[in-house]
């Protein structure tokens, strides 16, 4: 199960057929879409199911690029070709989203750190692992690196979610200004959810994933993001935030001695930017790099900020495997 109610999947399959000139509509053009943007990368085994998977880059350790809520792959387009000089680079879908199979359950973090451990496997992609994540894709990142510490070198979060965001016990999901966006931005989810089928997020120009990504790989997020399934796991996985932060707040702390960067978007609320404060207390060697001039996405706002980032780690984290040598 999804964990979409009963109710609300009803109600999706009455508007498919109620409208149903407009789900064939919908239906050919995902099918057009799907011909003209075909996967980048290799599908890849994993479970029931394939994932999708680029991999750039070759020798040294493996950087992993995690998307946020409704993201792809192709996110990182401006990323990792930069990353691919330095090291191994795998930048993925999960289940739902981009090329990848539909998700089967309720997407969490605990769901997609066990799916990244078998495809890594499938890939064999090798560890030290350098996690990057954005938004959500970073608390999947910080959970797998308290899940296989031993497999770590070093973790940045760009623009990352503080797992106490999506918790309901918590004094931060208390803010009237948070509970008034959390419900928006369910509103909107659900709603794209029960619309999809029938095109109308198509004509209103509102898909699933990020926006103000140039050229090709803007053009393909943008068809994928039209796709009903990728409403219907966007809104699945969003429902799925509270069992995530719980997991989190399950998990073992990270190891003390592990490399954290915490890249901050300027142009963000200060309620956001307190739970970044938050973050830097993962570890004895967190540090904060805050963006001034970027609004969320760091990576396609500024993603040379991101690039220094992870390059940094790298070059630090070969250094200290020659000294232990």
Request: aromatic share 6%.
């Amino acid at each position: 199960m999804s964990g979409i109610e009963a109710n609300e999947r009803v109600l999706r399959h009455a508007i498919a057929i109620a409208g149903l000139p407009l789900s064939a509509l919908q239906a050919a053009l995902s099918r057009y879409d799907a011909h003209r943007y075909g996967p980048v990368g290799e599908m890849v085994q994993v479970g029931d199911g394939q994932l999708h998977a680029i991999v750039t880059g070759s020798g040294g350790p493996t950087v992993i690029l995690e998307s946020g809520m409704g993201g792809c792959s192709l996110d990182w387009s401006l990323v990792q070709p930069a990353l691919s000089k330095y090291a191994t680079v795998l930048a993925y879908d999960r289940a739902g989203f981009g090329w990848s199979s539909p998700a089967s359950g309720v997407p969490t973090c605990a769901g997609s750190a066990s799916a990244l451990r078998e495809l890594l496997r499938a890939l064999n992609l090798a560890p030290p692992y350098l996690l990057v994540g954005h938004s959500y894709g970073g608390m999947i990142m910080h959970l797998f690196a308290a899940s296989y510490p031993q497999e770590v070198m070093g973790l940045v979060l760009v623009d990352s979610t503080h797992a106490d965001r999506f918790a309901p016990q918590t004094g931060q999901d208390g803010h009237a200004a948070r509970r008034a966006e959390r419900s928006k931005h369910r509103s909107r989810l659900r709603l794209g959810y029960l619309l999809a089928p029938i095109g109308i997020p198509r004509y209103l120009k509102q898909w699933i994933g990020v926006k103000r990504l140039p050229g090709e790989a803007g053009r393909a997020v943008r068809s994928l993001g039209y796709r009903s399934s990728a409403y219907k796991t966007a809104y699945a996985e969003l429902i799925g935030t509270a069992d995530s932060a719980a997991q989190l707040h399950q998990a073992p702390p990270l190891p003390p001695h592990l490399p954290v960067i915490v890249l901050t978007a300027g142009r963000q609320t200060a309620e956001w930017l307190e739970g970044q404060q938050a973050l830097l207390r993962l570890t004895e060697r967190t540090k904060q790099v805050v963006v001034p001039d970027s609004w969320h996405a760091i990576h396609i706002h500024q993603p040379r900020i991101v690039i220094e980032a992870v390059a940094g780690l790298i070059s630090a984290g070969v250094a200290g495997i020659m000294l232990d040598e």
